[in-house]
């Protein structure tokens, strides 16, 4: 699947909101400071990339449909990062991107 990315409003676990890139391949989902390009020198964020398999929930907010909240798994923690899109349609077709990746994925693990 080809790379695409978008211009989101990250807001972290630690409740800081944060410009970023936000990037998705066929395996991976990727985090850049804005203006920077996919694997470029200087991306300095505490975790460029995350494997779309830790992934375990992304769920559109109710009352924020340009914002989606992904649950990741790291080691045997989980934690929640929200992604604040342009549009909120933006937001559906990223979401529905990913979720079509993941199952994709799911589906030749097993």
């Known amino acids: 699947m080809a790379y695409q990315e978008w211009n989101v409003v990250k807001k972290n676990r630690f409740g800081r909101k944060q410009e970023r890139i936000f990037g998705v391949d066929g395996k991976k989902i990727y985090n850049g400071k804005r203006g920077q390009l996919k694997g470029g020198v200087g991306n ?7 494997d779309i398999s830790s992934l375990v929930a992304l769920d559109i907010l109710p009352n924020d449909t340009k914002t989606f909240r ?41």
Request: glycine share 2%; with cysteine; proline share 0%.
């Open 70 to 110: 992904i649950t990741w798994r790291e080691d045997k923690d989980l934690y929640d990062i929200e992604y604040t899109f342009e549009t909120a349609r933006e937001c559906a077709e990223v979401a529905a991107k990913i979720r079509y990746i993941r199952d994709r994925y799911l589906v030749g693990k097993r």
């Open 44 to 50: 300095k964020v505490a975790r460029a990339e995350r």
